[in-house]
């Protein structure tokens, strides 16, 4: 089932998420998970979190390397954590599902190690560089409820704010008649 993918600026975006318990694993959260991935792919995009579909749980999908040809295999992760940053990297023309027709380069780290649960409870790790640690980084910042403009000059985030509203705005009246 594809979700409705919140957009800025919606407050549900900048609500802090929170850690998802084992016991909490069920078929619900499951379907949760399964829902964002393909939500993912139709939008398209390379990574999800809870948050950008209203769901305040530490949960994000991704995938960094799929095609419509081959298959397909989301990983799903719950409570992800940076627990090493090292290096400091540019990550290019960067955008967000939840932030539309805008992006940016953002400094970002540039190697991560990301320590997560599997929804089987299982501790991975991940050693990641380049687009996937800039993917571990920016969904790991929306449980947080902080999106990718928060990273970029003030300046240009008032351009974007700007533009977004009269957008809206204009949205608004469209739909009044
Ligand atoms: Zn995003």
Redesign the pocket.
Known sequence: MLLEVLQFPDPRLREKAQPVAQGEIDDALRKLAADMAETMYDEPGI?L?AT?VGVAKRLIVMDLDWTDEGERRPRMLLNPEIVLRSGKAISEMEG????PDFKSDVERDARVVVRARTLDWEEVEFDASELEAYCFQ??ID?LDGV??IDRVSKLKRDLYVRRRKKQLRREQEEAAG
């Open positions: 990574g979190a950008q967000c599902l939840s932030v920016h969904e929306h999106l990718f």
